[in-house]
């Protein structure tokens, strides 16, 4: 058996199985295999490589994909620049992270905003997508600041911005690395004053499920473009299967 999975904690409805099992369907890989490994603890990460000596690679969920790191062999470039790895490929005894998402993120926004684009963005949020996102805006040259719920996180906190509403309207790219809106909480949202969003801002969700979540339908009320995270998903798992190939 040839077995890729996923570790994280949860992993149930986890769109990469799903991804997975139609890809090698299609390719008639029958004797591949992706599975859900539900991991609580990082601790347990070394045990199941033992338990599966067919395990070629893995994806790596919440909340893992910073601490993993410290379980690998090697470290690509992609997962050095973000400090974290969403991929995990064994290759010649040696375990080796990468971070697609930040690849993906890179490639779909640009795709999407084009060339010409000139402007900063706005991150909401600090975790492990939102440093992501941060290194993709960093490779295209995209000044950002950060929003977060502490003054620790960011450069911002939501209560300010609320408090100085202008504040928002400098901002042309505003991206939500929270999970605020994700199914079954479809309603959430991130608060900030979208009545002083200007026409044309472009709204990224990273979230894509709902396929249209609050934050992306109270930016589209103020003319704002909206996207959400569909694609990002798409092109993260398409480079881990390169990865898993290379
Ligand atoms: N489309 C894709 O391919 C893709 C890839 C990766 C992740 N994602 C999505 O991105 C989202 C975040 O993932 P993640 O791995 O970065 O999660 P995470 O590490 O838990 O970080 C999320 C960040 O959001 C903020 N946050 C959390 N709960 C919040 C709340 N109740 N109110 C306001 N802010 C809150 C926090 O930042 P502060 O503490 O600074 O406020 C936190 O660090 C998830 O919805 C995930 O599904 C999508």
Known sequence: MTRFGLIGYPVGH?????????????????DHVYDLFEMEFLNEFPALWLKHSDLHGLNVTVPHKEKVVKYLDKQDASAIK?????????????????????????????????????????????GGASKAVQAGLTDLDIPYNQVSRTNKGGDYTYDQIKANPEIITR????????PLGMYPNNESIPDLPYNQIKKGTYFY??????????????????????????????????????????
Do not use: C, H
């Not at 901002?171 to 929270?178: A, C, H, P, Q, Y």
């Open 14 to 30: 986890s769109y990469s199985q799903n991804f997975f099992t139609k890809k090698f369907k299609k390719l008639k890989l029958k």
């Open 82 to 126: 973000v400090g974290a790895a969403n991929v995990i490929y064994k290759t010649g005894g040696q375990l080796i992270g990468y971070n697609t998402d930040y690849m993906a993120f890179r490639e779909s926004l640009k795709a999407w905003i084009g060339d010409g684009f000139k402007g900063e963005a706005l991150i909401l949020g600090s």
């Open 171 to 178: 901002f042309k790219l505003i991206v939500n690395t929270t």
């Open 205 to 246: 969700d990273l979230i894509y499920n709902p396929e249209e979540t609050a934050f992306m339908k109270e930016g589209k009320k103020y003319g704002a473009e909206i996207k959400n995270g569909l694609e990002m998903l798409e092109l993260q798992a398409e480079r881990s299967w390169d990865i898993w190939n290379s």
